[in-house]
Protein backbone atom coordinates (compact mmCIF):
# COMPACT_ATOMS: atom_id res chain seq x y z
CA UNK A 1 0.00 0.00 0.00
CA UNK A 2 1.46 3.39 -0.90
CA UNK A 3 2.46 5.95 2.04
CA UNK A 4 -0.16 8.32 3.17
CA UNK A 5 0.91 11.57 2.23
CA UNK A 6 1.41 14.27 4.73
CA UNK A 7 -0.13 17.52 3.75
CA UNK A 8 2.16 20.32 5.14
CA UNK A 9 0.35 23.20 3.00
CA UNK A 10 -3.55 21.71 4.84
CA UNK A 11 -1.30 21.81 8.31
CA UNK A 12 0.16 25.25 7.62
CA UNK A 13 -3.29 26.71 6.37
CA UNK A 14 -4.47 25.47 10.10
CA UNK A 15 -1.35 26.88 11.97
CA UNK A 16 -1.64 30.39 9.98
CA UNK A 17 -5.40 30.56 11.38
CA UNK A 18 -4.43 29.76 14.97
CA UNK A 19 -1.53 32.51 14.38
CA UNK A 20 -3.82 34.53 12.67
CA UNK A 21 -6.35 34.50 15.62
CA UNK A 22 -3.78 35.27 18.32
CA UNK A 23 -2.69 38.36 16.23
CA UNK A 24 -5.69 39.78 16.16
CA UNK A 25 -6.23 39.48 19.96
CA UNK A 26 -2.88 41.01 20.45
CA UNK A 27 -3.90 43.70 18.20
CA UNK A 28 -7.32 44.62 19.75
CA UNK A 29 -5.39 45.23 23.30
CA UNK A 30 -2.91 47.71 21.38
CA UNK A 31 0.31 45.39 20.72
CA UNK A 32 1.34 45.32 17.09
CA UNK A 33 3.09 42.54 15.95
CA UNK A 34 6.01 43.63 13.85
CA UNK A 35 8.75 41.26 11.63
CA UNK A 36 11.47 43.89 10.39
CA UNK A 37 13.73 41.89 7.34
CA UNK A 38 17.01 43.31 6.74
CA UNK A 39 18.08 42.37 2.88
CA UNK A 40 21.83 43.60 2.25
CA UNK A 41 22.50 43.90 -1.52
CA UNK A 42 18.97 43.82 -3.96
CA UNK A 43 18.70 40.91 -5.81
CA UNK A 44 15.49 39.20 -7.99
CA UNK A 45 15.45 36.30 -6.01
CA UNK A 46 15.90 38.12 -2.63
CA UNK A 47 13.18 40.45 -3.50
CA UNK A 48 10.98 37.63 -4.64
CA UNK A 49 11.20 36.01 -1.31
CA UNK A 50 10.93 38.96 0.50
CA UNK A 51 7.88 39.80 -1.17
CA UNK A 52 6.28 36.81 -0.68
CA UNK A 53 7.16 36.90 3.39
CA UNK A 54 5.41 40.17 3.02
CA UNK A 55 2.49 38.64 1.76
CA UNK A 56 2.68 36.03 4.44
CA UNK A 57 2.53 38.32 7.54
CA UNK A 58 0.10 40.64 6.47
CA UNK A 59 -2.35 37.70 6.03
CA UNK A 60 -2.05 37.01 9.24
CA UNK A 61 -1.98 40.70 10.35
CA UNK A 62 1.22 40.73 11.12
CA UNK A 63 3.29 44.50 9.82
CA UNK A 64 6.09 44.04 8.00
CA UNK A 65 9.42 45.94 7.17
CA UNK A 66 12.09 45.40 4.61
CA UNK A 67 15.26 47.35 5.00
CA UNK A 68 17.41 46.96 2.28
CA UNK A 69 20.86 47.85 2.12
CA UNK A 70 23.85 48.02 -0.41
CA UNK A 71 25.80 44.93 -1.34
CA UNK A 72 28.71 46.77 -0.68
CA UNK A 73 27.66 47.28 3.48
CA UNK A 74 30.16 47.14 5.91
CA UNK A 75 29.86 44.61 8.84
CA UNK A 76 29.49 47.57 11.25
CA UNK A 77 27.09 49.16 9.66
CA UNK A 78 24.89 46.17 9.56
CA UNK A 79 25.73 45.43 13.46
CA UNK A 80 24.55 48.98 14.22
CA UNK A 81 21.33 48.22 11.86
CA UNK A 82 20.83 45.47 13.99
CA UNK A 83 21.54 46.62 17.07
CA UNK A 84 18.84 49.80 16.78
CA UNK A 85 16.17 47.43 15.98
CA UNK A 86 16.72 45.00 18.72
CA UNK A 87 16.18 48.58 20.80
CA UNK A 88 13.31 49.50 18.95
CA UNK A 89 10.07 48.46 21.02
CA UNK A 90 8.01 48.67 18.06
CA UNK A 91 9.93 45.82 16.26
CA UNK A 92 8.74 42.38 17.80
CA UNK A 93 10.89 40.29 15.43
CA UNK A 94 14.12 40.64 13.23
CA UNK A 95 15.13 37.88 10.69
CA UNK A 96 18.40 38.18 8.33
CA UNK A 97 17.77 37.55 4.80
CA UNK A 98 20.69 34.71 3.60
CA UNK A 99 23.06 34.67 1.87
CA UNK A 100 25.03 37.30 2.78
CA UNK A 101 27.57 38.89 0.68
CA UNK A 102 30.93 37.13 0.84
CA UNK A 103 32.72 39.74 2.91
CA UNK A 104 29.93 39.03 5.48
CA UNK A 105 30.33 36.51 8.00
CA UNK A 106 26.56 35.25 8.22
CA UNK A 107 26.89 33.55 11.86
CA UNK A 108 28.61 36.65 13.61
CA UNK A 109 25.57 38.98 12.52
CA UNK A 110 22.93 36.31 13.26
CA UNK A 111 24.70 37.08 17.00
CA UNK A 112 23.95 40.24 17.05
CA UNK A 113 19.95 39.87 16.98
CA UNK A 114 18.57 39.66 20.33
CA UNK A 115 17.84 36.66 21.28
CA UNK A 116 14.05 37.12 22.00
CA UNK A 117 13.63 38.49 18.30
CA UNK A 118 15.67 36.16 16.09
CA UNK A 119 12.16 34.82 14.29
CA UNK A 120 14.06 32.41 12.61
CA UNK A 121 15.97 30.39 15.73
CA UNK A 122 19.05 30.69 14.48
CA UNK A 123 21.21 33.33 17.35
CA UNK A 124 23.99 30.69 18.59
CA UNK A 125 21.98 31.37 22.45
CA UNK A 126 18.94 29.93 20.94
CA UNK A 127 20.35 26.77 19.74
CA UNK A 128 21.65 26.67 23.43
CA UNK A 129 18.55 26.83 24.65
CA UNK A 130 17.51 24.17 22.62
CA UNK A 131 20.67 21.82 23.60
CA UNK A 132 19.85 21.75 27.15
CA UNK A 133 15.92 21.37 26.55
CA UNK A 134 14.43 25.12 27.32
CA UNK A 135 13.79 26.30 23.95
CA UNK A 136 12.86 29.58 23.58
CA UNK A 137 13.04 30.23 19.66
CA UNK A 138 13.74 26.95 17.38
CA UNK A 139 14.53 26.79 14.22
CA UNK A 140 11.48 26.91 11.98
CA UNK A 141 12.08 24.19 9.46
CA UNK A 142 13.21 22.33 12.89
CA UNK A 143 9.77 23.06 14.58
CA UNK A 144 8.18 22.51 10.79
CA UNK A 145 9.58 19.03 10.98
CA UNK A 146 8.76 17.75 14.50
CA UNK A 147 5.03 19.34 13.54
CA UNK A 148 4.84 17.18 10.45
CA UNK A 149 5.71 14.16 12.15
CA UNK A 150 3.37 14.47 15.10
CA UNK A 151 0.02 15.28 12.83
CA UNK A 152 1.41 10.91 11.98
CA UNK A 153 0.07 10.37 15.79
CA UNK A 154 3.36 7.90 15.17
CA UNK A 155 4.78 8.33 18.67
CA UNK A 156 8.59 9.94 18.91
CA UNK A 157 8.82 8.71 22.34
CA UNK A 158 11.55 5.85 21.91
CA UNK A 159 11.35 5.82 18.13
CA UNK A 160 14.27 5.41 16.15
CA UNK A 161 15.77 8.29 14.33
CA UNK A 162 17.57 8.88 11.52
CA UNK A 163 18.47 12.62 10.67
CA UNK A 164 20.58 12.67 7.54
CA UNK A 165 22.36 16.08 6.92
CA UNK A 166 23.69 17.91 9.96
CA UNK A 167 23.34 21.80 8.32
CA UNK A 168 23.31 24.05 11.60
CA UNK A 169 19.81 25.50 10.30
CA UNK A 170 18.39 21.94 9.87
CA UNK A 171 19.93 18.38 10.66
CA UNK A 172 21.40 19.54 13.86
CA UNK A 173 18.34 21.47 15.49
CA UNK A 174 16.13 18.68 14.03
CA UNK A 175 18.31 15.75 15.91
CA UNK A 176 18.21 18.19 18.73
CA UNK A 177 14.29 18.69 18.73
CA UNK A 178 13.75 14.91 18.25
CA UNK A 179 15.80 14.18 21.07
CA UNK A 180 13.77 16.60 23.30
CA UNK A 181 11.13 14.44 22.10
CA UNK A 182 13.01 11.36 23.28
CA UNK A 183 13.26 9.52 20.59
CA UNK A 184 16.42 7.80 19.91
CA UNK A 185 18.37 10.04 17.61
CA UNK A 186 20.92 9.19 14.60
CA UNK A 187 22.77 12.25 12.62
CA UNK A 188 23.92 10.84 9.63
CA UNK A 189 26.42 13.40 7.50
CA UNK A 190 29.20 13.26 4.84
CA UNK A 191 31.52 11.08 6.73
CA UNK A 192 29.08 8.45 7.74
CA UNK A 193 30.14 4.93 6.60
CA UNK A 194 27.14 3.27 4.97
CA UNK A 195 24.51 5.27 5.61
CA UNK A 196 21.63 3.03 4.03
CA UNK A 197 22.56 0.32 7.43
CA UNK A 198 21.25 3.37 9.69
CA UNK A 199 18.72 4.78 7.22
CA UNK A 200 17.03 1.10 7.00
CA UNK A 201 16.30 0.76 10.76
CA UNK A 202 14.86 4.31 11.25
CA UNK A 203 11.02 4.13 12.21
CA UNK A 204 11.74 8.32 11.45
CA UNK A 205 13.94 9.18 8.59
CA UNK A 206 14.44 12.92 8.19
CA UNK A 207 16.26 13.93 4.89
CA UNK A 208 18.07 17.31 4.56
CA UNK A 209 21.12 16.95 2.62
CA UNK A 210 19.97 19.09 -0.72
CA UNK A 211 20.82 16.53 -3.14
CA UNK A 212 18.12 15.37 -5.35
CA UNK A 213 16.74 11.35 -4.64
CA UNK A 214 19.63 10.93 -2.59
CA UNK A 215 17.74 8.32 -0.68
CA UNK A 216 15.55 5.27 -2.55
CA UNK A 217 12.77 3.31 -1.62
CA UNK A 218 15.57 0.37 -0.81
CA UNK A 219 17.22 2.51 1.49
CA UNK A 220 14.16 3.23 3.62
CA UNK A 221 12.36 0.69 6.22
CA UNK A 222 8.61 -0.37 5.51
CA UNK A 223 6.27 2.08 6.98
CA UNK A 224 8.47 4.36 8.46
CA UNK A 225 7.92 7.69 8.22
CA UNK A 226 9.91 10.26 5.78
CA UNK A 227 10.27 13.61 6.06
CA UNK A 228 12.10 14.89 2.80
CA UNK A 229 13.26 18.69 3.40
CA UNK A 230 15.52 18.59 0.53
CA UNK A 231 14.26 21.20 -2.75
CA UNK A 232 16.22 21.14 -5.58
CA UNK A 233 15.50 22.07 -9.25
CA UNK A 234 16.51 19.58 -11.69
CA UNK A 235 16.75 19.92 -15.35
CA UNK A 236 14.24 16.92 -17.11
CA UNK A 237 15.78 14.82 -20.38
CA UNK A 238 13.04 16.75 -22.63
CA UNK A 239 14.79 20.33 -21.07
CA UNK A 240 12.02 20.94 -18.69
CA UNK A 241 12.50 21.65 -14.75
CA UNK A 242 11.16 20.14 -11.78
CA UNK A 243 11.16 20.81 -7.84
CA UNK A 244 12.20 17.48 -6.38
CA UNK A 245 13.34 16.83 -2.84
CA UNK A 246 16.04 14.27 -1.21
CA UNK A 247 14.24 11.27 -1.42
CA UNK A 248 13.15 9.45 -4.58
CA UNK A 249 9.74 9.74 -4.19
CA UNK A 250 8.17 7.23 -6.70
CA UNK A 251 10.62 4.49 -5.41
CA UNK A 252 9.83 5.62 -1.54
CA UNK A 253 6.46 5.68 -1.28
CA UNK A 254 5.70 2.44 -1.75
CA UNK A 255 7.53 1.12 1.29
CA UNK A 256 7.33 4.20 3.58
CA UNK A 257 3.68 4.82 5.76
CA UNK A 258 3.99 8.29 5.77
CA UNK A 259 5.70 10.53 3.47
CA UNK A 260 6.49 14.32 2.77
CA UNK A 261 6.06 15.54 -0.82
CA UNK A 262 8.04 17.93 -2.49
CA UNK A 263 6.87 20.41 -2.88
CA UNK A 264 3.90 20.87 -0.34
CA UNK A 265 5.86 19.15 2.68
CA UNK A 266 8.21 21.01 4.51
CA UNK A 267 8.21 23.89 2.51
CA UNK A 268 4.58 25.82 3.79
CA UNK A 269 5.23 24.39 7.34
CA UNK A 270 8.52 26.04 7.23
CA UNK A 271 6.81 29.54 6.11
CA UNK A 272 3.86 29.13 8.76
CA UNK A 273 6.79 27.87 11.72
CA UNK A 274 8.24 31.63 10.93
CA UNK A 275 5.33 33.35 11.20
CA UNK A 276 4.41 31.30 14.75
CA UNK A 277 7.79 32.41 15.87
CA UNK A 278 7.03 36.15 14.91
CA UNK A 279 3.94 35.66 17.25
CA UNK A 280 6.05 34.04 19.89
CA UNK A 281 8.76 36.93 19.75
CA UNK A 282 5.78 39.23 20.03
CA UNK A 283 4.31 37.46 22.98
CA UNK A 284 7.93 37.14 24.62
CA UNK A 285 8.35 41.46 24.53
CA UNK A 286 5.00 41.99 25.55
CA UNK A 287 5.89 39.34 28.43
CA UNK A 288 8.71 41.55 29.52
CA UNK A 289 6.87 44.69 29.52
CA UNK A 290 4.70 43.38 32.04
CA UNK A 291 7.69 42.53 34.30
CA UNK A 292 9.52 46.13 33.91
Known sequence: M???????AALSTALRSDVSKRVKELGDKGRAVQL????????????????????ACHAVGISYELRTLPAGTEAKTLINTIHSLNRDPAVTGIMLHLPLPKH?????????IDPMKDVEGVNPANIGYVVYGHTLIAP????????LIKSTGVPLRGAEAV????????GKPIALLLAE????????HIATKDLTSHTRRADILVVAVGRPS????????????????????????????KTVGDVDFETASPRAGWITPVPGGVGPMTVAMLLKNTLRSADLAFAEKRDL
Open 36 to 55: TAILVGSTPAGELYAQRQRE
Open 214 to 241: LIKGEDIRQEAVVIDVGINRVTLPDGTK
Open 2 to 8: PAQVIDG
Open 181 to 188: QMATVTLC
Open 104 to 112: LDATEMQYE
Open 140 to 147: CTALAVIE
Open 163 to 170: VVGASEIA
